[in-house]
């Protein structure tokens, strides 16, 4: 589907810094049989929001350290006080991978908490090392990062980048949807993003974190591990994917 760009494009590059959770997902029940992680999708207070946490795992102190820092990621899936009858706020959330001691979960927002208009598509997605206990970031799944980024953006990005090559061969400087415009997905612009992520069994699933008036525009795009294989950081859980 063609989306339509926005007609103030001189915030084009500008990336978002700020994103919160939305939509509702309904209960279900999952494990990852290789290393025994069990979950379950919970209520978020006394919300109509469902959210994964673990319900077994090997180590206890471990899935309570993650099941810590899952109630505190949900404190945030509200509207500030005070509310506005208007206001609105839902969250749609799964598990798309739960093996090897990593537990990752796919979490979107779409929320109305007053404002100019509604916020739609906010990727909230958090990933956890089930050996550590912590989170990990998109750019501490890689060996030296900021060395190695340009290799590694066009590996992700391969097909979004082939586009945009073709749209200014073809002498394309602009265009009115998120297909025909060039000034998306550069390298220059990818280089500046922040990156929501999460594993999946295809493979490492990323979005760019777009300012508003083009994040509808940022693609959620799969890359087989194996294709990152030598860019992955040591003992790290992009490594334990591609093994």
């Known amino acids: 589907m063609t989306r339509t760009l926005p007609t103030t494009l001189s915030i084009l590059l500008l ?12 209960p279900q029940n999952g494990s990852g049989a290789a290393t025994e992680i069990h979950y379950k999708m919970f209520p978020v207070r006394d919300t109509k929001i469902q959210f994964p946490r673990l319900t077994g ?3 206890l102190a471990t899935m309570n350290q993650v099941n810590a820092q899952i109630d505190g990621i949900t404190k945030g899936f509200r509207c500030r006080e005070p509310r506005n009858k208007n206001d609105w706020y839902e969250v749609s959330s799964r598990v798309e991978y739960a093996s090897q001691d990593i537990f990752s979960i796919y979490a979107s927002a779409n929320y109305y908490c007053g404002g100019p208009y509604p916020t739609g ?5 958090v990933t956890f090392d089930l050996r550590t206990g912590k989170t990990v970031s998109f750019f501490g799944l890689f060996r030296n990062y900021e060395a190695n980024k340009d290799s590694i953006l066009r590996i992700i ?7 945009t090559e073709a749209l200014l061969a073809a002498g394309k400087k ?6 025909d415009d060039p000034r998306l997905f550069t390298l220059e612009v990818l280089r500046d993003s922040e990156y929501a992520y999460n594993f999946s069994e ?10 508003h008036v083009i994040q509808a525009c940022a693609e959620r795009v799969t890359v087989p591990y194996k294709e990152l294989k030598g860019l992955a950081a040591t003992d790290s859980i992009l490594a334990r994917a591609i093994e």
Do not use: H
């Open 15 to 26: 990336v978002w810094p700020n994103f919160t959770p939305i939509a509702s997902a309904l």
């Open 57 to 59: 795992y090997k180590d």
């Open 121 to 125: 598509e906010a990727n909230l997605s």
């Open 157 to 163: 990005f391969a097909r979004e980048l082939a586009r």
């Open 174 to 179: 602009s265009g009115e949807n998120c297909d």
């Open 202 to 211: 295809k493979g490492l699933v990323v979005r760019p974190l777009w300012a």
